[in-house]
Structures are given as C-alpha cells and as structure tokens.
C-alpha cells in the first residue's frame, strides 16, 4: 500500500498505555494521521512510503502540548525577574503591555514563541492573549495546532476598552476564523477571578454553553488571589465559580497552588481539568500546586510553560522534568510523579484538557501524526538504561530533531521548515530596543 511517510525509528514511545516503550518499530502516516504501529521490518513489508524516515538513534513521542502559555510575551523574557505576581503584572508587565501589544508585537512575539515551541517538541499550545485573531493567523502559517483564548477581562487595554468590546472583538474573530483551519480551535479565556466581574463571567458561561466552547482561566494562583476573593465575593475563587456553574470537563484551570482537601474532592467530582506550570509558580513565588493529590484524586493535570516572561523559557521538555523532581519534594515521597506519568501530562493530559484526546497525545492509529522525533544517542543520554526516565530525567529539548503537526514537517534536522528564524530574530532585534528603552522606572 502507497503511503504518505514511513518514520523508522529506534525507539517508540506511545504514552497510551503509559509507560510502553518500542523497540525497533515504525509509525506509518497517511493523508495526516498515523495509520501504523508496527516493527519496522512488518512495516517495510506491508507499506510503500513516498518518504521513509529512517531515525536508528531516536525515539519517536507525541507532540508536546503546551497547555497553558501566552505566547507572544515572549517577547518580554527577561524583562522583569525576581519579583511576586501582582508586582510583576501591576507595576512592570501590564504598563508595557499598555504601551506596546499590537497587531506587530502579537505577530512577531507569536511568530518567536511558535519557533522555540517547535523546536522544543511542541506541536500543539494553548494561548491567552490579546489580538486572538493575529495568534490564529500565525498558527496557520506555522502549522501548528492551537487552542486560542476569547480573553476577556474588566481593565482596558489596546484590544478592548472593557468587556463588551472583549466580547464583541472575540465573538467577530470567533466568526471570521471559526472555520479557517482544522489544527486551530477557540476557548473563552477569562483573565482571572480578579480581573473579571460575575456579569462577564455569567455571560462567558452562558456563551460557552451556547457554542461549546471550553473556559481557560488563571486559578487559585496565589494566597493574596484568595484573601482578595473572600474580601470582595465572601467566599473563595473556586467557590466562586461553582456558584456561576462553571465547574467541569469544559473548564481548565490554570496553576491551583491554593486548594483545601475539599476543594481537591470539588475538583475530582466535577472533572474541573488542571494545567500545573511548575516554573511560573516558583519564579514568581506563588505556591506549589499539589500534583501527587490531584493525580490520586483522578484529575486530569496538564503541564504549560505560562508566558516566556515568568518562566523563562517555553520549554515543556524541562517542565517535564522540573514537574516530576518538584512533585516528590512537595508529596514527600519519591515515588511522586513518575516519568511516564510526567511524560503523560506532558502529552496526552494536555490533549484531555483542550478536549483533543481523540486526536492527539498518543501515537495510536486513526490520530493525527502529531508526532516528535528526540535524538536519545548522545553521550549525556548513556548508558540509555531506560528510554522514558531518560526523557524526562535527562534529554533536553536541543535534543528535538523532527516535527510533525498532521503529517506536515515542521522541523527538519533541526531546521524549521515554516518560519523564517533569521527574520524572526531580526524582529527580536527591534523588540529589544523598543522595550529596552521603554521600561518603566521601578
Ligand atoms: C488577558 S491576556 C493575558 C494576561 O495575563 C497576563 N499574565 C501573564 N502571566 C500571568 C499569570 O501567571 N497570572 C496572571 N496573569 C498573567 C498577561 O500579562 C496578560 O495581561
Ligand atoms: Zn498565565
């Protein structure tokens, strides 16, 4: 049988069923799904590929899925460190997002944030910011798949005055790109519990009902963002949107450092999905969220980088791992959040979260060739005792040699396929004086 793409690879590792690793085997695409899991030779035997991809020192993986992240404040790395959130946003991040998020700044910021994702194993992410439309764009230009966030939120900003305008702005690019392309779908992006009144949200949970459209919202991030709740609504943030009926498979829930027993069993009973972003939470010093609990209470918990300015990197390859070593610490036990368990949240939980596990987060037949090829044959990766602890444990993500989204090659050999890096880092160049130049006095 004609086939698209035959990949031979040294290793395979499915993530359905977690932990299962092959040897020698190869993933068949066609027509940009994966078609074949079979050793190489039964492969070579049944299928006639128009391209063959032969990886003798790699393993093949899901595409990373990036659950949460605001892509384009990549162009804000580095630009305030060392500082809690609330400072960070008020005084520093918000006054430059107020002078300089454009149309150009979402392009390019989208443009330098997909390049390192790719690069990094990421084949899908899932975005909260502003000019939704410019993101979906790029997306489609890139070939990546995403999940694009209608933010709304009660402060003014360059793209809306106040809510109205966030949900007129978002519902007209909701119908302008609805149908646009397959790898890019919409959620409702409600900043956070303190930046969004109960009319808003009332109206976003009325709307994402109506169009079936799932909620991504800052969650439970901080102490202060609970104390502020129960001063302002009387009762705490999560408390809060079970009370607007929010609570369930359609919600994500970003960071949720703060939670009590109960709310863990809240979480649990009503299928509320949780996106961890170790890195985010520990360089702004807002809280560990308790990964091993959730897990044993059955939640789904996904793993995003958060923006490239509290992070400060797009990295889920490192996530990954800092997840896994913090989750022991944090449980006090060892045994917490092992690797293929890491590896899944990295991958197939992401995919659960944006309502994508049917078509992403395993290479399993009938889904997407959404696939990621790691050189594991370097010395730092000897003796490769173990192919999975050594992808969390001790592979980086320099080590991501090819990318696929749908069958489509997005890296080749390292080298992006889609976008320009020479023209991406000349855009850097610009963004770097304009920011530079323009940071408010502390
Ligand atoms: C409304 S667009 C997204 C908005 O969120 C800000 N942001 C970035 N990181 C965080 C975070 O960890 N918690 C809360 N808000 C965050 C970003 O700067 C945009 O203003
Ligand atoms: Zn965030």
Redesign the pocket.
Known sequence: MQVDTLIAARWIIPVEPEGLVLEHHAVVVNDGRIIGVLPVAQALALYQPRQLEELPQHALIPGFVNAHT?AA?TL?RGVANDLP?MDW?QNH??PL?QRWVSESFVRDGNDLAMAEMIRGGITCFND???YPEITAKRVIVAGMRATI?L???DFP?AWASGPDEYFSRGLAVFDELRAAAPLVQFSF?P??PY?VSDPALGRIRTLAAEMDLSVHI?LH?TANEIDKSIASHGVRPLKRLQRLEFLGPQLTS??MTQLTDEEIILLAQTGVNVVH?PE?NMK?A?GFCPVARLLEAGINVALGT??A??NNDLDLMGEMRTAALLAKVVAGDAGALPAARALSMATLNGAKALGLEHEIGSLKNGKSADIAAVNLNLLENQPLHDPISDLVYSASRHQISDVWVAGRRLLKNRELTTLDSAEILARCEIWLDRLSTAQPSI
């Open positions: 605001h404040m804000m959130l946003l991040i918000w997002e909260m910011y502003f966030g933010i709304v939120a900003t992006a900043h956070a930046t800052h991030e970003v960071h972003c985010s702004l807002s958060d923006g300015a509290s």
